[in-house]
């Protein structure tokens, strides 16, 4: 079995919508449930939203390019579909995540 930690960014298989088929993208491990991990989406799109995060260590964090996290593109994956580890979050890109979580990450009902 592989170690997962969250913090970490990986390659994984995400699934379309109706099931037909799947693409490989980046994500960010947030947290482990059992053998599922909450993940963040990675894009290399500029930030559209309070809720996406720029990385300003992404070469180091193992990412190809410049790159944004989508704290509102959560999903929850089996860690059958986590494909190959990138590499790890960096503390300054930890902490903008943190900040960004805190302020804006909430139910609204």
Known sequence: MMIVKAGEFWVAKITFTDGSAFKKRPILILWIDGDDVVVAAVTSSKPRTPTDVVLIDW??????????????RLDCLER?????????LSEIDATALMEVWTQHVKPNF
């Open 80 to 88: 059958s579909l986590l494909i190959k580890k990138l590499g790890e």
């Open 59 to 72: 070469g180091k964090c193992g990412l190809r390019v410049a790159s944004t996290v989508r704290l509102s």
